[in-house]
């Protein structure tokens, strides 16, 4: 969407701004999901965008390289990357799973509709979803949020 055509969805901002002008041009940007067989070869290593990515979608770019790089630095101390290529599939499956789904959502407009609504219906489980996908969740957490979820799906 370009931004004169965004102006349109939200009319009182349009008004609030309507005097200003541009302070540079507008920019956008295409992220993908994508996944590297292998993160490392020999002494070299990548970590952050460069090891592979994540949808912008999911708000996670920074935190995963963040966390990359403290599973970097302890592999690098036990003079072992293999253990850098499971923690980094491992700190990557959560994220990349969330932007799929969202993506799905974004795809299927019935299917996003009907999430809302089951979402607006019951908003703690709104916020135990958010929860998880931050991985402040154990695993007994996850099976009980799932099952509600389910539940608040088919009955939405």
Not at 128 to 148: C, D, M, N
Request: aromatic share 8%.
């Amino acid at each position: 969407m370009r931004l004169e055509v965004a102006w349109r969805k939200f009319p009182k901002l349009a008004n609030y701004l309507r005097h200003a002008g541009p302070s540079s041009t507008e920019r956008g940007a295409v992220t993908v999901t994508r996944r590297l067989r292998q993160i490392y070869r020999g002494n070299f290593a990548l970590a952050g965008d460069a090891s592979g990515g994540v949808d912008a979608v999911t708000g996670e770019g920074l935190c995963l390289s963040f966390r990359q790089a403290i599973a970097l630095a302890h592999s690098l101390e036990e003079g072992e990357l293999q253990s850098y290529q499971h923690a980094h599939r491992r700190l990557a499956r959560r994220p990349n799973t969330v932007g799929r789904l969202l993506l799905l959502l974004d795809r299927c407009p019935s299917l996003r509709r009907r999430a809302l609504r089951g979402l607006a219906a019951d908003p703690e489980l709104f916020a135990r979803l958010l929860a998880a996908h931050l991985g402040e969740a154990s695993a007994k957490f996850l099976a009980a949020t799932s099952l509600r979820l389910g539940w608040q799906f088919l009955s939405a």
